[in-house]
T-cell receptor, first 116, second 113 residues
């Protein structure tokens, strides 16, 4: 099973709403990632968790708040977003955080977020 | 600056034809190079991964090559199918930076009947 499951698939929210994106994997991976992808652009790294601890925050605005409740789950809490935050949000996981071939990242299908 | 450049930006081919996508990188220190396929509105799916010592790697009708000296890679698709229509992204992993990936802009491939 090489599946990373993201919910919801689509989300529409107003600028004053609070919502959460969820990501789940059962491959025993210890590294999990959040990416943001705008149309026709490559994914941009937002956060990296390693062994349930935040290890990389790519200077993401505080209106995005990640959480890793356990080794299988990764959440992204959203609050007071702007219309320019509308994008495809991708979750990925890998066995570890190293650069080796064994640490290939598996991506979920993404959540399509629209901020009105 | 670590960069990955892909060409062409977009490509249209007829079903059954072959095509080759190019990737040039200036990533240092280099760890490995990956090709991903991304269907519209979906997450990327890994096709191949190669370290500097590997020249070629195949996955069905997909064959990737790597020239670590010239820092170039290519992805060759044989006997294209309509389902090959997607964005193909070249991704380079940086050595010793905790799995950090440098993404190319992607090549948008459209296979027409």
């Amino acid at each position: 099973d090489t599946e990373v499951t993201q919910t919801p698939k689509h989300l529409v929210m107003g600028m004053t709403n609070k919502k959460s994106l969820k990501c789940e994997q059962h491959m025993g991976h210890r590294a999990m990632y959040w990416y943001k992808q705008k149309a026709k652009k490559p994914p941009e790294l937002m956060f990296v968790y390693s062994y349930e601890k935040l290890s990389i925050n790519e200077s993401v605005p505080s209106r995005f708040s990640p959480e890793c409740p356990n080794s299988s789950l990764l959440n992204l809490h959203l609050h007071a977003l702007q219309p320019e935050d509308s994008a495809l949000y991708l979750c990925a996981s890998s066995q570890g955080r190293g650069q080796g071939k064994e640490n290939i990242q598996y991506f979920g299908a993404g959540t399509r977020l629209s901020v009105l | 600056k670590n960069q990955v450049e892909q060409s062409p930006q977009s490509l249209i081919i007829l079903e059954g034809k072959n095509c080759t996508l190019q990737c040039n990188y200036t990533v240092s220190p280099f760890s490995n190079l990956r090709w991903y396929k991304q269907d519209t509105g979906r997450g990327p799916v890994s096709l191949t991964i190669m370290t500097f010592s590997e020249n070629t790697k195949s996955n069905g009708r997909y064959t990737a090559t790597l020239d670590a000296d010239t820092k170039q890679s290519s992805l060759h698709i044989t006997a294209s199918q309509l389902s090959d229509s997607a964005s193909y992204i070249c991704v380079v992993s940086v050595y010793n930076q905790g799995g950090k990936l440098i993404f190319g802009q992607g090549t948008e491939l459209s296979v027409k009947p």
